[in-house]
């Protein structure tokens, strides 16, 4: 009788270890519960939207572009997600002065969107992205759908996680700042113009998490897509990288190539995206890119080429990245601090 008892003791016993070890899973933490709201179906129907042919190629200063911005002036509103500190719109304008290689100036902006924090509002993550495109050439329309209608998208996915999470009582200790730049096309002038005019002053910036490029597959990875580009995570802070690599390690396992991190790289994209205006100021990043492809540029690049799933995986990646330096104990430095 003693036996008969014995063994269902010890299934109870491990049935409730089971029970145990699976709410303390990743997949049962609050982060994992608001990661899961970016969903594939929602970054198509943003990006069908943002990379259309009536946005016109999103060109710097163009009918398009201003379309562009009010749209996600528009989502923000709509989510009840704030503007920036000190502002009372989500528009940071930049004079046409400022762009000086366009051939007629005019005038443009910046979107930012904000998400203050529970205990350290002070200390602010930067996600950023840039939503112009190259517009049109004559009655062909560039649509930008991964270059990058891909990273604005993203931006706002990750954007509405986030004020889900503050709304149920999940909010991050630290800020969030929401940073949609105009003209990167024609020379990273929107972020340029940012770090030259921060709204939040630049030494509580944490770090920057650029977002040019995550719906599509290098042709080099073609049978191996579950990767993403890293460009820049260890540059200035070895802390940063580190905490990316635990990240993608705990949450979503995706490879993470650093071929382009490279310095002697000859593509040099480490320069030639908006993180690198915040690396200038010593700010550490990290640049999220899935590579060129053939439709780089071309009137191609269209929101039916896009691989929402993984795309939707990336934008998690990034989500957890955020999440993690928001809520982290320490914050991320420039640790390997240059001058």
């Not at 840039?130 to 009655?139: A, K, L, P």
């Not at 030259?196 to 040019?212: G, M, R, S, Y």
């Not at 690599?245 to 490879?255: I, R």
């Amino acid at each position: 009788m003693t036996k008969k008892l014995f063994l269902p003791t010890i299934q109870s016993a491990l049935f409730l270890f089971c029970l145990i070890a699976m709410a303390q899973t990743p997949e049962s933490t609050p982060r994992e519960k608001y990661a899961a709201t970016i969903t594939s179906e929602d970054l198509s129907e943003l990006l069908y939207t943002v990379a259309s042919d009536s946005m016109q190629g999103r060109m710097t200063g163009t009918e398009g572009q201003k379309m562009a911005a009010d749209f996600l002036q528009n989502f923000y509103k709509a989510h009840r997600i704030a503007t920036a500190p000190g502002m009372d719109h989500y528009f940071q304008e930049i004079p046409a002065t400022y762009f000086t290689r366009m051939k007629n100036p005019v005038s443009s902006e910046n979107v930012l969107a904000y998400i203050e924090g529970s205990e350290l509002p002070d200390e602010v993550v930067v996600l950023s992205a840039h939503y112009d495109h190259v517009g049109m050439e004559g009655d062909t329309i560039y649509n930008g759908a991964d270059d990058d209608g891909s990273g604005t998208v993203a931006l706002l996915e990750i954007a509405e996680a986030f004020q889900m999470a503050k709304d149920q009582g999940y909010g991050p200790k630290r800020s969030l700042l929401f940073l949609h730049v105009t003209g990167e096309e024609i020379g990273l002038y929107g972020s340029r113009y940012y770090t030259e005019n921060p709204i939040i002053p630049l030494a509580q910036t944490l770090c920057d998490l650029n977002t040019d490029m995550i719906g599509r597959i290098d042709p080099l990875k073609e049978g191996n897509e579950n990767y993403i580009y890293l460009i820049g995570s260890d540059k200035l802070s070895q802390s940063l990288h580190d905490l990316s690599e635990e990240v993608n390690k705990t949450y979503v396992q995706l490879e993470l190539d650093y071929t382009f991190n490279a310095d002697d790289d000859p593509n040099r994209f480490y320069y030639r995206s908006d993180h690198y205006n915040f690396a200038e100021k010593n700010i550490p990043v990290i640049f999220y890119f899935n590579g060129v492809h053939q439709d780089y540029h071309k009137p191609t690049d269209t929101p039916d080429k896009i691989n929402y799933p993984l795309m939707a995986k990336r934008t998690r990646l990034i989500f957890h990245t955020a999440w993690e330096i928001a809520n982290r104990e320490g914050r991320i430095y420039a640790d390997k601090r240059t001058e």
